[in-house]
């Protein structure tokens, strides 16, 4: 089940790289486009970074392994490039599988700078280890609540699967939206089928249905079913995890991708920085880059600073969290701890939320702004 060491990691005996261990899911049932995206991101920030002379002269490189959105792999990858003596951990799309990481990072002592992942709970207690660029699942969600509740949402039904982050996500609407008059409906998805869930919308007299679930399916079957169902014409579809954000939901779903609104960490208008990698990652890609790719060049952006700085000593990189002052794509990067938060916190990080354009369903509209 593990990835094997690749040949320039297996046969590094000079110690002549600095090496960054990079958790990507990059296989079914990960989310490989989102996995994809990351890792080009990585990628090219690791390509600038070696282009401008590297760390002090020697050159940076990635170590890639493939979680597939398996929490035991990821473990299991944490551990291996432990013993192959990377600097730092970077990485992860999955907030279940980044959680695993992170326990496994911190157990070790190995620096894990988390790209993507933004289930509140990263680690159990504390951590000193581990930093986050992603916004916490809680501040998110609420910016997406107050979107609902600004556009006349009150009565939102959640089309839900069995998992540690819906569930976290279905408590913080319901937490913030009931004392502002909301009330969140639960569909439990392991005993409905998308007809059955158009049934329920109607019979909840529901206005609003954020799909918690996978992608493509169940979430593509059920927008089609919603879709198609005449007496649901009036009825928001939300996907507060950002489903729609990639090309692959609109190759899905054509016109029904459209119009519906999901979290995207970008800012109203990227600086030059963020516009000169935006040009970059398009090419890489082959494709308009989402903000998972500038998260993955953020994340090396930071990553590379500190080596610089403090050196490949892993206890002195953890130590530096606090003092990390750095121009990512998307502002300056600083963290802190957050209460509530267990992890160092990029405090800063944009929040939108976007939808697709129903007259041009390639183009976003940005409908709010934390």
């Known amino acids: 089940m593990d990835t094997p060491p690749s040949p320039s990691a297996a046969e590094r005996t000079d110690g002549s790289s600095v090496q960054i261990g990079a958790l990507v899911p990059l296989a079914r049932p990960g989310w490989v486009e989102a996995g994809q995206h990351l890792l080009a991101g990585l990628e090219l920030a690791v390509r600038e970074v070696n282009d401008a002379g590297g760390i002090v002269g020697r050159p940076l490189e990635l170590v890639v392994r493939d979680t597939a959105a398996d929490p035991q792999r990821a473990a299991a990858a944490v551990d291996e490039l432990a013993r192959l003596g990377v600097a730092a951990l970077a990485g992860e799309y999955h907030s279940v599988v980044a959680r695993a990481a992170a326990a496994r990072a911190d157990a070790l002592g190995l620096p894990f700078l988390c790209s993507s992942a933004v289930l509140d709970a990263l680690t159990e207690q504390p951590t000193e280890w581990v930093a986050r660029l ?44 009931a004392p502002r008059g909301g009330t969140v409906i639960e569909l439990d998805m392991r005993a409905l089928d998308p007809t059955a869930v158009c049934d329920a919308l109607v019979d909840h007299r529901a206005t609003a249905l954020l799909l918690l679930v996978g992608h493509p399916e169940p979430a593509v079957s059920i927008v089609k079913s919603v879709r198609r169902d005449q007496r649901l014409a009036e009825i928001m579809i939300g996907a507060p995890a950002g489903q729609p954000e990639f090309a ?123």
């Open 134 to 177: 992603s916004p916490p699942q809680s501040r998110g969600w609420q910016v997406y609540a107050d979107f609902l509740l600004g556009a006349g949402h009150s009565r939102i039904a959640v089309a839900a699967q069995p998992s540690v982050y819906w569930a976290s996500g279905t408590r913080i609407l319901r937490d913030y939206l």
């Open 248 to 370: 692959e939901w609109a190759t899905l779903l054509g016109d029904d991708s459209a119009a519906i609104p999901f979290l995207r960490y970008l800012p109203e208008r990227l600086g030059p920085l963020g516009a000169r990698v935006e040009t970059a990652l398009r090419e890489r890609l082959a494709e308009a880059p989402s903000f998972v790719a500038f998260e993955g060049y953020d994340t090396v952006a930071v990553l590379a600073d500190v080596l610089r700085s403090h050196g490949a000593d892993r206890a002195r990189l953890a130590e530096s969290w606090p003092r990390v002052a750095v121009e990512g794509t998307r502002g300056q990067i600083q963290f802190s701890r957050t209460p509530g938060i267990s992890v160092w916190q990029w405090a800063g990080t944009p929040v939108q939320v976007v939808d697709r354009d129903p007259a041009e369903p390639d183009r976003f509209r940005i409908l709010h702004v934390d």
